[in-house]
T-cell receptor, first 117, second 112 residues
Framework: DQQVKQNSPSLSVQEGRISILNCDYT??????FLWYKKYPAEGPTFLIS?????DKNEDGRFTVFLNKSAKHLSLHIVPSQPGDSAVYFC????????????????FGQGTILTVHP | DTEVTQTPKHLVMGMTNKKSLKCEQH?????MYWYKQKAKKPPELMFV???????INESVPSRFSPECPNSSLLNLHLHALQPEDSALYLC???????????FGPGTRLTVL
């Protein structure tokens, strides 16, 4: 059972335009969400996170939006640059629930972003 | 020092070998993690250490044995692995278990 889903395996965007990566989750206990970027043969790099008490968090060119009622989050990259081309993973954690799974991250399947010059 | 380091970068081992993967961080983080990632798949959590104690074991086979000698070091001891265990093994650390995790570059393991 996939609790975190990224339904678009790939996304292609022109340099300078907006990239929108989407992520849906099913577990209502998730209350902390993160986005990671991964280049081939490297570990994931943390980009940005959001707690469920917020609906938006911004950091430079990256903005994450959270819609709790729809159980949906998105990552906006503006403007997109060729160096942003990578696999993007969203991840979720259930911090309020505590228990033995406290701090466990559940990852989506990833979306391959390609930014064309 | 703001990175997680892992050694070796690549490892090839036979099914009867014993080897170890090493992970180190000097950010003062108190939680450390082992993940396994197969090609075109997301990272899958294996173990979590919090304050040097094992707090999560995701039903990992006993041929994988984690060890946390101190707050900066995390090892993964490997014994009698199977070819299907070939994967990228990632280590991560975080300030505490409720903070963002920072990943190392991984060890590419091939089991022959």
């Amino acid at each position: 059972d996939q609790q975190v889903k990224q339904n678009s395996p790939s996304l292609s965007v022109q340099e300078g335009r907006i990239s929108i990566l989407n992520c849906d989750y099913t577990n209502s206990m998730f209350d902390y969400f993160l986005w990671y970027k991964k280049y081939p043969a490297e570990g994931p790099t943390f980009l940005i996170s959001i707690s469920s008490i917020k609906d938006k968090n911004e950091d430079g060119r990256f903005t994450v939006f959270l819609n709790k009622s729809a159980k949906h989050l998105s990552l906006h990259i503006v403007p997109s640059q060729p160096g942003d081309s990578a696999v993007y993973f969203c991840a979720a954690s259930a911090l309020r629930a505590g228990g033995t799974s406290y701090g466990k991250l559940t990852f989506g399947q990833g979306t391959i972003l390609t930014v064309h010059p | 020092d703001t990175e997680v380091t892992q050694t070796p970068k690549h490892l090839v081992m036979g099914m009867t070998n014993k080897k170890s993967l090493k992970c180190e961080q000097h950010m003062g983080h108190r939680a450390m993690y082992w993940y396994k990632q197969k090609a075109k798949k997301p990272p899958e959590l294996m173990f979590v250490y919090s304050y040097e104690k094992l707090s999560i074991n995701e039903s990992v086979p006993s041929r994988f044995s984690p060890e946390c000698p101190n707050s900066s070091l995390l090892n993964l001891h490997l014994h009698a692995l199977q070819p299907e265990d070939s994967a990228l093994y990632l280590c991560a650390s975080s300030q505490d278990r409720d903070n963002e995790q920072f990943f190392g570059p991984g060890t590419r393991l091939t089991v022959l």
